[in-house]
């Protein structure tokens, strides 16, 4: 089973969001998809109450099933699942700390302001020291052609790290969906944010496969 955690020290950037969209989108593409809630608001476990579908599986983590996250996750993958997608707090915790030890992707979601690309650094130093893969998500983009200031936020991230495709506009799909217990290609599955995100996800999906292929070479 591969994972991926949504990580970020800064609020409001997205990444309840993204992690419903993601496990949905990755969910329509044939992986059995377990999302986990590390965050003690509980944005993605209400999300996951509020949808009348089976899949994916949903779960909060409680403090105790937190400390054997390593072998809740090899359960899981025992048990057919393919792809954990970790929804972490956003802040410096314990719980992020084991969701990025245990992640084989790491997204870092970051909105085009400079206060925001600063806010991730200590994420990035975290990142580092354990020595995990990660990828910043440009979200909450003004919408249409690319403008200047997702752009700078672009070519600012790249020097820090590796940049996930495409950018995320900001769009109210998006929001919809989640108040509707839905991902967003379940919402509006011709739309433009479902379409982002299925884009999101392959990008997302490659990097797990070739990350695979170099660990079996």
Not at 14 to 37: I, P, R
């Amino acid at each position: 089973m591969k994972t991926i955690a949504l990580v970020t020290q800064k609020g409001g950037a997205g990444k309840t969001t993204l992690a419903t969209a993601l496990a949905v989108a990755a969910m329509e593409s044939g992986e059995k998809v377990v999302a986990l809630d590390l965050d003690p608001q509980g944005s993605l476990a209400a999300w996951g109450d509020d949808r009348d579908r089976a899949e994916p599986a949903v779960d909060k983590l409680d403090d105790e099933r937190l400390a054997r996250l390593p072998a809740l996750l090899e359960g899981l993958g025992r048990a057919g699942m393919t792809l954990a997608v970790l929804d972490c707090p956003g802040i410096a915790s314990t719980a992020t700390n084991a969701a990025i030890a245990a992640a084989d992707l790491c997204l870092l979601p970051t909105r085009p302001t400079r206060l925001d690309i600063r806010a991730s650094r200590p994420t990035v130093q975290a990142l580092l020291s354990l020595k995990r893969p990660f990828a910043f998500v440009l979200n909450q983009c003004p919408p249409g052609p690319r403008n200047s200031r997702a752009s700078e936020a672009a070519e600012g991230l790249h020097m820090m790290g590796a940049l996930a495709e495409p950018f995320m506009a900001t769009r109210a799909d998006y929001q919809d969906a989640v108040a509707s217990g839905l991902g967003v290609t379940e919402y509006a599955s011709q739309g433009k944010a479902a379409d982002e995100v299925r884009q999101l996800w392959a990008w997302v999906r490659k990097q797990l496969n070739d990350k695979n292929k170099k660990g079996n070479a």
